[in-house]
């Protein structure tokens, strides 16, 4: 590696390290544990686990489980993208160097995988109900969470292209859910043949 190469390189390192020393200052000031908000990202983030565990489908729990890790990856992915690109930020945050961690570790991936379970066992249309669920979780949690000031929106960015984020990502995480469950299937028959 050049020289000059190697400088760049360990310029970006260092600023990234200021910016995570920068969250935790940040998250000690803010956003600990003798904050309000704290408990209030803590119950977003144990509750929906508590609702999961109690009311998942036993025989069904891989499938929900793969579907549900897909919605959780691709919001943090697009969260990263999103924050590096200030399009948004969340001003309290439940664990300093992951600021959506109680939407996108607990909140959404749980409320997706339920309604999944649910379209799966009363044999409804998935996505019209995911369309519905993505408008109730654009136009009225982050409303509301921009409200008492949780999530924060910039240079732009709005509910409609938020509502779109989501739709994206439910599609996404359905389509590789279907293509994992057909290359499963796929491998079942050749095995019985």
Not at 63 to 77: A, K, P, Q, S, T
Not at 146 to 149: A, N
Not at 160 to 175: A, E
Not at 184 to 193: L, S, V
């Given at each position: ?6 400088d760049?390189l ?24 003798d ?44 969260d990263?993208?999103?924050?590096s690109?200030g ?5 309290y ?15 959404i991936?749980?409320a ?20 519905l ?12 969470m921009?409200?008492?000031?949780f ?32 290359l ?10």
């Open positions: 590696m050049a020289q000059y190469q190697s760049i360990n310029k970006i390192r260092s600023m990234v390290e200021e910016v995570a020393q920068s969250q935790i200052e940040y998250w000690k000031s803010f956003s600990s544990f904050s309000w908000q704290f408990w209030i990202l803590m119950l977003m983030s144990v509750v929906p686990l508590i609702v999961l565990f109690i009311f998942i489908d036993k025989r069904k729990m891989l499938l929900l489980g793969f579907y549900g890790l897909n919605i959780h990856v691709w919001m943090f992915y697009v990263v993208i999103a924050r690109f399009l948004w930020d969340y001003p945050e439940l664990i300093p160097i992951l600021p959506s961690f109680s939407l996108d570790g607990s909140l991936p749980v997706y995988m339920l309604l999944y379970q649910w379209t799966l066992n009363n044999k409804k249309n998935f996505y019209l109900y995911s369309l669920l993505s408008a109730i979780y654009t136009f009225g949690v982050k409303a509301i921009h409200f008492f000031h999530f924060h929106m910039h240079d732009g960015m709005n509910y409609v292209y938020l509502f779109f984020v989501y739709v994206i990502v439910f599609i996404v995480s359905k389509l590789i859910t279907n293509l994992f469950l057909w499963q299937q796929k491998e079942i028959k050749e095995e019985n043949h």
